[in-house]
């Protein structure tokens, strides 16, 4: 298998090339759905039942799903997607190939590449004579950079793949070193904290009948999960977005707003916008309970509120995931590559593979591309990645076939 990979370098080198040519930027549908196009008939080649599962009732492009079941090992779910952050307006648009040991490119490394080298896994598990008797499903989803909503809808494929699946494989590029991978993912939820106050004349400030205002109430709640979350292990909470004033407007969509306020004039409304980071969901609920408690303890003539939306769930360390990745360290050792420790999860955001962790028994993630420069114009990636990694892939699949 590995002598295989090695003779399609070029071969696939190209396939990627084509891919991070078309244009996937998450909202351009067309072009999510064309890059769909160009693989679609690779993993039918392979004889896999293949199909495109539209997005329109999740305002995004849709999914390729592919699978084939052999009835032999466990049931694997490998996971990619066809979108990037770059859309048809960026000015970052084609591959280019920087030195012999390098190219660039939108999406080199999250994660066209990382689609190839799952492809390339599964040619090589082919030309060995094994694909045909294993069970494996592949979902691509169109918008794992910027997911359809309500997300019931939009990573439903994914969730009833993980549901059918005992593991799950993801090919991101992880931290985009090669000695390492996810077996846990921090979840990334978000959250809207709404402050009211009472207005009044700016010399009233403080008094009985006016309190503190929304501004100051704003900033208390601030300090307070400032002071009494940072002690919480692998836990992120950040307020991206604030306005306060007389009056405000808050356009959630474009992550935007209007106020208007007097320095004389007590703040009436204030609106903070932020997200939470956590490593299970455990550590999620315990937090969120936490900042509901914090907002309660309200500055005289002050109210708040504070709402959590839809987000992405965490990929717990699970004991499973752990000796998953004990299996993919010895394939990748047993190559001459050496071995795979775990990233650590301040280093990793959320991603796709997190949706499967409360219904698989296994899950790792980071197969793809090595690289840097994610979701910039400096995007890179290691022309050696591709076929390393599809080497390992191809193999652990192969054992874990056999198991």
């Known amino acids: 298998m590995a002598d295989y990979i090695d003779g399609r370098k070029e071969a696939a080198m190209s396939l990627l090339e084509k891919s991070v040519n078309i244009n996937s930027g998450t909202m351009n549908f067309s072009g ?8 679609m008939p690779e993993f039918e080649a392979l004889g896999f039942d293949v199909w495109f599962e539209d997005g329109a009732a999740f ?15 466990p049931k694997m779910l490998l996971i990619g997607h066809l979108d990037t952050v770059f859309e048809p307006g960026s000015p970052f648009q084609t591959f280019t190939r920087v030195e012999d040991k390098q190219i660039k490119g939108p999406g080199v490394a999250d994660m066209k590449g990382g689609n190839i080298i799952m492809l390339e896994a ?43 699946a005992d593991i799950s494989l993801g090919f991101e590029n992880g931290d985009g070193n090669p000695a390492t991978a996810n077996v846990s993912r921090r979840g ?36 307070s999960f400032y002071d009494k979350l940072r002690s919480e292990q692998l836990l992120t909470f950040n307020p991206g977005r604030i306005m306060g ?7 959630k969509l474009n992550n935007s707003g209007s106020t208007f306020g007097k320095n004389n004039v007590v703040a009436e409304h204030a609106i903070v916008t ?78 796709d593979v997190s949706f499967t962790s409360e219904y698989v028994e296994m899950a790792l993630d980071g197969l793809g591309m090595s690289g840097s420069g994610g979701h910039t114009v400096h995007e890179t990636a290691l022309v050696s990645a591709l076929p390393a990694q599809a080497k390992r892939a191809a193999i652990l699949m192969s054992r874990l076939s056999e198991r």
Do not use: C
């Not at 999510?32 to 693989?39: E, H, I, N, P, T």
């Not at 959250?191 to 700016?202: E, N």
């Open 245 to 251: 004033g007389t009056e405000f407007s808050h356009d």
């Open 59 to 73: 305002n995004r492009a849709g999914h390729l799903i592919a699978r084939i079941e052999g009835g032999k090992g």
């Open 122 to 164: 599964l040619r090589a598990l082919h030309a060995a004579g094994k694909l045909s008797s294993m069970n494996i499903m592949v979902v691509m989803t169109g918008d794992e950079e910027l997911s359809g909503r309500p997300l019931a809808l939009s990573k439903k494929a994914l969730i009833e793949g993980a549901k059918w």
């Open 32 to 39: 999510v759905r064309k890059v769909a196009d160009q693989l």
């Open 274 to 351: 932020g997200d939470i980071r956590a490593v299970s969901q455990e550590q999620l609920i315990r937090v969120q309970h936490k900042m509901q408690a914090i907002v309660k303890q309200s500055l005289p003539k002050t109210s708040a509120v504070i709402e959590f939306g839809e987000g992405y769930p965490p990929l717990s360390p699970k004991p499973g995931n752990h000796e998953l990745l004990g299996i993919y360290s010895k394939v990748s050792q047993d190559l001459g590559q050496g071995s795979v420790t775990a990233v650590n999860p301040l280093n990793a955001g959320a991603a």
């Open 188 to 223: 990334s939820v978000d959250w809207v904290l709404t402050v009211k106050g009472t207005p009044a004349h700016s010399s009233q400030v403080f008094k009985p009948t006016v309190g503190a205002g929304a501004i100051y109430e704003a900033s208390r709640i601030l300090t």
